[in-house]
């Protein structure tokens, strides 16, 4: 949702493009951009049905410009997926969907959860995981006003700090202890700061899931 990782998914999509069809091939894109200021404002209001109409009006430009299928790119956001799918009859592309079927395919059924406060404690999208069979934990909530703030106040800013990277592998590190079998970075800022080589336990981005998910549709 912020111009950071929407920067990411534009880079992916054309990389991705790129690399199945070689020569100068790049991706088909209509990108909506909203003000994240905004929608943030919106959220910390509760405002929901304001959020749902942006989006959902963001999502029929999209349509009316000639697009096949739609991602929204924020985990968090995805509180207001239903309507903004029944806003267009073109396929808006769930985001926990397109997760729950990469932990199949890895073989995963249990999984930590990382990414808002809200996204953490409101479980919608780990919900949406519950429904895949994915069982899902997420780190003790006295970790969770510190993730937030590594998210809003550094990464949407476009800041990588070392010592905010320790912190969220400590974070992932706990969860490892707990059981978990693969860490999800549940907020498409994340992938900014943590990569693999990080941490030991299977990490699944979800912008680069997200991503795959998009190119193997489109070029189908």
Excluded at 37 to 45: C, D, I, K, M, P
Excluded at 100 to 126: D, Y
Aim: hydrophobic share 45%.
């Amino acid at each position: 949702m912020s111009w950071e990782s929407s920067a990411v998914y534009y880079q992916g999509l054309n990389t991705g493009v790129q690399e199945r069809l070689g020569g100068l091939s790049s991706a088909k894109i209509v990108l909506s951009s909203v003000d994240f200021a905004e929608v943030t404002r919106l959220q910390e209001a509760d405002d929901w049905d304001a959020v749902a109409e942006l989006l959902a009006g963001a999502a029929r430009g999209l349509e009316q410009a000639g697009v096949d299928f739609i991602l929204m790119c924020t985990t968090t956001f995805h509180l207001v997926y239903d309507a903004v799918q029944a806003a267009v009859s073109v396929p808006v592309v769930h985001l926990a969907d397109v997760v729950a079927e990469r932990c199949r395919e890895m073989g995963v059924t249990k999984v930590a959860f990382i990414g808002t406060a809200f996204a953490m404690e409101r479980r919608f999208f780990c919900e949406r995981l519950d429904s895949h069979g994915i069982d899902v934990n997420v780190p003790d909530e006295m970790h969770h006003d510190t993730l937030n703030s590594i998210i809003y106040d550094e990464l949407v800013l476009g800041e990588t700090k070392p010592n905010s990277r320790r912190r969220v592998i400590s974070v992932i590190d706990e969860l490892w202890d707990a059981g978990a079998a693969a860490v999800i970075l549940g907020c498409t800022e994340l992938e900014l700061l943590i990569k693999q080589r990080d941490v030991e336990i299977p990490v699944l981005g979800v912008t680069s899931v997200h991503i795959k998910a998009a190119l193997d549709r489109a070029l189908a």
